[in-house]
């Protein structure tokens, strides 16, 4: 069976240029999560859905991030306008009870 | 959102040693994960304790949780290369919906 897959692996953008972060989660899971990874942060949850409803975005940082769940097979994060400090690795996870499981991660540099 | 700190944050070995990593929070958490990552790989889930003093163990690694369930350990017994990664744990909030991650112990096993 697939994974969650994220798209791109890698994006490197200057800054001011818009971001879209992709994620197809894996089927039959019913809950989202978009988490970013820092060395200096570690791993910090950005938001998450249930059945394709945000339910928390606490974490998202400020109005530049958006994410969205149109459907039960794919969510999108979206950064408008980029900073150089959004660069980190973003991560994509899905779950249907108990265990996280983890895409790959889009590594994003803005430079 | 609650905290989670680990310890140490680096740990370096030589293969064949025994090594204890440790979780630790002010909070008490509904269940506690540990998750390991490598690098350029999202975290897989090692293990999943629910109930304070509960002690799992999964080959040479031996995991427990705290009686108050605010603290948890990550015992490895003979220390391999291939144990080489980061080490995250993450505490479950909002009755499991959503988990919280550590900073992470990052262990380098040496041949």
């Known amino acids: 069976d697939a994974g969650v897959i994220q798209s791109p692996r890698h994006e490197v953008t200057e800054m001011g240029q818009e971001v879209t972060l992709r994620c197809k989660p894996i089927?039959?899971?019913?809950?989202l999560f978009w988490y970013r990874q820092t060395m200096m942060r570690g791993l910090e949850l950005l938001i998450y859905?249930?059945?394709?409803?945000?339910?928390?975005d606490s974490g998202m940082p400020e109005d530049r991030f958006s994410a969205k769940m149109p459907n039960a097979s794919f969510s999108t994060l979206k950064i408008q306008p980029s900073e150089p400090r959004d660069s980190a690795v973003y991560f994509c996870?899905?779950?249907?009870?108990?265990?996280?499981?983890f895409g790959e991660g889009s590594r994003l540099t803005v430079l | 959102t609650q905290l989670l700190e680990q310890s140490p944050q680096f740990l370096s070995i030589q293969e064949g040693e025994n090594l204890t990593v440790y979780c630790n929070s002010s909070?008490?958490?509904?269940?506690l994960q540990w998750y390991r990552q490598e690098p350029g790989e999202g975290p897989v889930l090692l293990v999943t304790?629910?109930?304070?003093?509960e002690v799992k163990k999964l080959k040479r690694l031996t995991f427990q949780f705290g009686d108050a369930r605010k603290d948890s350990s990550l015992h490895i017994t003979a220390a391999q290369t291939g144990d080489t990664g980061l080490y995250l744990c993450?505490?479950?909030?909002?009755?499991?919906?959503?988990?919280?991650f550590g900073p992470g112990t990052r262990l380098s096993v040496l041949p």
């Open positions: 996870a899905s779950r249907f009870t108990g265990e996280l499981f």
């Open positions: 089927s039959g899971h019913n809950s």
């Open positions: 859905f249930n059945n394709n409803v945000p339910i928390d």
């Open positions: 909070s008490v958490f509904s269940s």
């Open positions: 304790v629910v109930t304070g003093g």
């Open positions: 993450a505490g479950g909030e909002n009755y499991g919906q959503n988990f919280v």
